[in-house]
């Protein structure tokens, strides 16, 4: 068994194959493991410069569990108090806290009661809607509409019903919320997929329950995830290989075989993963025969990304972990992104303080900084003078919330579209695949088992959607597929659903 990519979802692939008895090689082409999960090494300095949000620990329990291990020992975690800092010209701020009871207090003192009572509303039907969605779609093989609505039966539906799935996530939120802020802050929610709050379906609204169900601050950064999946695949007996870039996947009487790699080694194997943009497969980028392992239509791409990996001295505004500097019109953002593929003249910037923690203290010392401001997925076509011109903006918006930074004894190293693209190839720089507009988007994610017999898909731009947790279970939906088609057995695993991850019974505790 061959698993392309240590992402979260090839990671979590090859810990269950493993655990099933299969012999599983692991081929990335980086020199570690995390996929778009990474560090970058600023002035000696570790900046995580990837996703740097944990939530879902149940996810990662469950797997760790199946294999005979503590997550939570191997991977220490604390949990969040507060879920982030959001700050609006002008100086107004909300520190939104990650206790319900907490947050509805601080959303009352910002924006009145009744906003707060809208909150309770939006919290309660998030939380009614995320239960039967988790049961129905996100733990178990992609569902068609009408799949999905069997699964979910008439309680299911009824709890779903509650956020309107059928709605677009910004005209909902004006069901709860007056203050525009308010709809701005939560509307943000689907840029967690790559999508416009503007054409995003309603059912994002669960993020709000996901976060408030739990938000971690990993020990040693989010790479830390990925660093003990990849111990935990090796020790269940898969063998992980890095710098070893597949080049081709190879095809025998119709049927995914093995692999080439570029340095021309060939591998054989009964049965192939994937865990890259699907988009590769059918632009040929790993060999003509594997065409058929990708989607035949062309995709609406999710957002791409301008990030800068900071160490700088920096002083003024008090940062928080996790910080929005939200821009003054979000429409217009969002038309500019995938409008007219342009990077925004006021983009929304979100700002990772990895050396600061939830309550808010003045700036010491040398600060690890990473930047992220929305872009269209264009890869190679955004020109210099455009990525300067974000630069420059970018430094700007800060300076006027009253951030100052050193910029002339800063180091920032800079990721573009470009870049992303070169990384993840077939994706035009796209990080959430494809972008899920309008209510029915999430049923055109690629499913595990593709048109080709042997070759199956895995990570973040296939079935449940993207995000650190959502590409696990995609890989472990992947490797219980394949189980099934290969006939593996796992006696050590814990009943499960068929046809689906099990799920617990009551969250995860806090750790820390």
């Not at 796209?430 to 899920?436: C, D, H, S």
Request: hydrophobic share 45%; aromatic share 8%; net charge positive.
């Amino acid at each position: 068994m061959i698993v392309i990519g240590a992402g979260m979802g090839g990671l979590s692939a090859a810990i269950d194959l493993a655990q099933s008895g299969a012999r599983v090689s692991l081929f990335e082409a980086a020199s570690a493991p995390g996929g778009k999960m990474r560090v970058v090494r600023v002035n000696g300095a570790a900046v995580d410069s990837g996703p740097t949000v944990f939530t879902m620990g149940w996810v990662f329990e469950q797997l760790f569990a199946e294999a005979g291990a503590d997550f939570w020992a191997r991977v220490p975690c604390a949990r969040a108090k507060v879920l982030a800092r959001h700050h609006w010209r002008g100086g107004a701020m909300l520190d939104l806290p990650a206790a319900a009871d907490a947050a509805r207090a601080a959303i009352a003192a910002f924006a009145g009661e009744r906003e707060a009572d809208g909150f309770d509303r939006f919290r309660r039907d998030a939380a009614r809607a995320y239960a039967p969605l988790r049961e129905a779609f996100m733990t178990k093989a992609r569902p068609s509409p009408v799949e999905l609505a069997r699964r979910l039966g008439p309680s299911g539906l009824g709890a779903l019903m509650a956020v309107n799935p059928f709605a677009r996530l910004e005209g909902r939120l004006r069901h709860y919320f007056r203050d525009p802020r308010l709809r701005q802050l939560f509307g943000r929610y689907a840029t967690y997929s790559g999508a416009s709050p503007y054409a995003a379906p309603a059912t994002l609204m669960v993020i709000a329950h996901v976060e408030l169900d739990g938000v971690w601050h990993v020990a040693g950064g989010m790479i830390a995830v990925a660093a003990a999946m990849a111990a935990l695949a090796a020790q269940s007996g898969a063998v992980l290989r890095y710098d070893s870039p597949v080049a081709e996947i190879l095809t025998r009487g119709g049927k995914a075989a093995g692999v080439k790699l570029a340095s021309g080694e060939e591998i054989p194997a009964e049965a192939v993963l994937f865990n890259g943009d699907p988009d590769a497969l059918r632009d040929g980028l790993l060999g003509a025969a594997a065409r058929d392992g990708g989607p035949r239509d062309a995709p609406r791409r999710s957002l791409s990304a301008l990030t800068w990996s900071i160490a700088a001295q920096a002083s003024g505004f008090t940062l928080l972990r996790h910080n929005v500097f939200f821009s003054d019109d979000y429409r217009a953002e969002f038309d500019a992104l995938f409008g007219r593929g342009e990077i925004p003249a006021d983009p929304t910037l979100y700002v990772c303080a990895q050396d600061q923690g939830d309550a808010p203290q003045a700036l010491e010392g040398p600060q690890r900084l990473f930047v992220l401001a929305n872009a269209p997925a264009r890869g190679d076509q955004l020109t210099q003078k455009e990525v300067e011109t974000c630069e420059t903006r970018m430094r700007a918006r800060l300076a006027e919330a009253g951030l100052a930074i050193d910029w002339a004894t800063a180091t920032a190293i800079r990721t573009s579209p470009d870049d992303f693209a070169r990384r993840f190839p077939g994706s035009a720089g796209a990080l959430y695949g494809r972008a899920i507009h309008g209510p029915l988007a999430s049923f055109t994610r690629p499913a595990s088992r593709t048109r080709l017999a042997g070759l199956y898909l895995a990570g973040g731009a296939t079935h449940p959607s993207a995000g650190v947790p959502m590409a696990t279970l995609s890989g472990r939906l992947a490797a219980l597929q394949i189980a099934t088609d290969l006939g593996l057995r796992r006696p050590s695993r814990p009943a499960a659903i068929s046809g689906s991850i099990s799920t617990p019974s009551a969250p995860v505790p806090a750790t820390g």
